[in-house]
């Protein structure tokens, strides 16, 4: 009696145990080798003034067919990042502020660039210097990340005339 409680119940586990794999597996094969951004134009302009942020300007297009929605940006030998834009409201002076989540349509490119959207990145190593690269990496909804090179260069060199 024993032994056919315990091979009823070893039958019935099996098939968790296999769908457990399974799923791992599937996992694997579905995980995306990127998130479907294509990003142009990365530089990272170095502070004028040693100890002053530095920022990071780009061309960020979304390839895929569906939107895409990023919130967080993290820097390579920096102490801190943070997607930042200047606004102006009623006529004020415009002033700078980190920015919260935000979507990218299908098709829809999204431009950082001076007087607008850029990535602010704080305490950045001193060991850097123009004529670097540095990795920048976006996280977008659901924890993907995806990671692109951005080209050091000196102070007021890519700061592209504003649109």
């Known amino acids: 009696m024993k032994k056919t409680v315990f091979a009823a119940l070893a039958l019935m586990a099996a098939p968790l145990a296999l769908s457990a794999c399974g799923s791992d597996a599937a996992q694997e094969e579905q995980t995306p080798e990127g998130v479907g951004l294509v990003i142009e134009n990365a530089r990272l302009v170095m ?30 030998k920096a102490e801190s990042a943070t997607l930042h834009k200047k606004f102006s409201y009623d006529g004020q002076p415009a002033e700078m502020a980190e920015l919260g989540p935000q979507v990218i349509k299908s098709g829809e490119t999204v431009n950082f660039k001076p007087g607008d959207m850029h990535v602010m990145v704080m305490n950045l190593d001193e060991s850097v210097k123009a004529g670097d690269s540095v990795e920048v990496t976006l996280t977008v909804a659901g924890g993907d990340k995806q990671s692109f090179a951005a080209e050091v260069v000196a102070p007021g060199e890519g700061m592209l005339e504003e649109e």
């Open 47 to 76: 502070p004028p003034v040693s100890g002053n942020p530095a920022a990071i300007y780009f061309d960020m297009t979304n390839s895929t067919d569906r939107k895409i929605g990023y919130s967080a940006v993290s820097v390579d």
